[in-house]
């Protein structure tokens, strides 16, 4: 199967190993480099209803890259389009993962990127996709990105972790969530009062068990400086 090899320390590429026949998926634009032996194609993985859910959705291009290597042996390189770190995590049939906006970077052949719909609470008010959001499902490696460095956290019974809806990368799909303002104590109007004057917006809060993958920036508010 594929290697996947995350190199590099700032920015880092995603260091792809293929063996004859092997190939993997990326978003649109994604490849930086490969070996003579490989071969990139566009592609709208999983029919035309699919890839425009995934544009709609998720703001992933409707045609993803597809890198197979069918002359032999090869590697590539793979970037994100935003500076920042990359996660590699294991996608099984038992772990699947849900995704935010633009964190797909690439997975192997045995992943697939489906629609899958949101909460209301999500759908209304959150940055991840509106009512229909993506999810990695089958059996392999997936590679997600974000924007500055990445943190995982391990998600358990009884505390449960409330993130930035800005920071929010992927997660297990099996962990329960819902989208809102930070809790206060001070009843509706006190939370609305305390997220202006905080500079804290909208948050998500999961529960169960599983793991929440984050990242440092907010791509939302990061507006170079004219001129350069």
């Not at 998926?25 to 999983?46: D, I, N, T």
């Not at 770190?85 to 906006?101: C, G, H, K, M």
């Not at 109007?189 to 993958?213: A, C, D, H, P, Y």
Request: contains cysteine; proline residues 5%; charged residues 20%.
């Amino acid at each position: 199967m594929p290697v996947f090899t995350v190199t590099g320390e700032i920015d880092p590429f995603l260091h792809v190993s293929l063996r004859k026949g092997e190939r993997i998926f990326c978003e649109s634009g994604a490849m930086v480099m490969m070996e003579e032996p490989l071969q990139v194609k566009g592609q709208m993985r999983g029919g035309f209803g699919r890839a425009l859910l995934r544009r709609l959705a998720n703001d992933e291009s409707f045609f993803q890259q597809e890198i197979e290597a069918v002359g032999g042996d090869g590697d590539c390189l793979l970037s994100p389009n935003l500076p920042g770190a990359i996660e590699l995590l294991d996608v099984s049939p038992n772990s699947p993962y849900t995704l935010s906006d633009s964190s797909f970077l690439a997975a192997e052949s045995g992943v697939e990127i489906n629609p899958r719909l949101n909460t209301v609470g999500g759908g209304l008010f959150g940055g991840t996709g509106g009512f229909v959001i993506m999810e990695a499902v089958g059996h392999g490696k997936l590679a997600v990105s974000g924007f500055g460095s990445i943190f995982s956290l391990d998600v358990t019974p009884g505390r449960d972790i409330v993130i930035d809806n800005n920071h929010a990368l992927a997660w297990s799909s099996n962990l329960l969530y819902e989208v809102g303002m930070p809790r206060t104590g001070g009843g509706f109007f006190g939370s609305i009062v305390n997220s202006v004057t905080s500079g804290e917006g909208l948050v998500i809060r999961f529960r169960g068990q599983g793991k929440v993958v984050i990242c440092s920036r907010n791509k939302t508010i990061f507006q170079p400086q004219q001129g350069q």
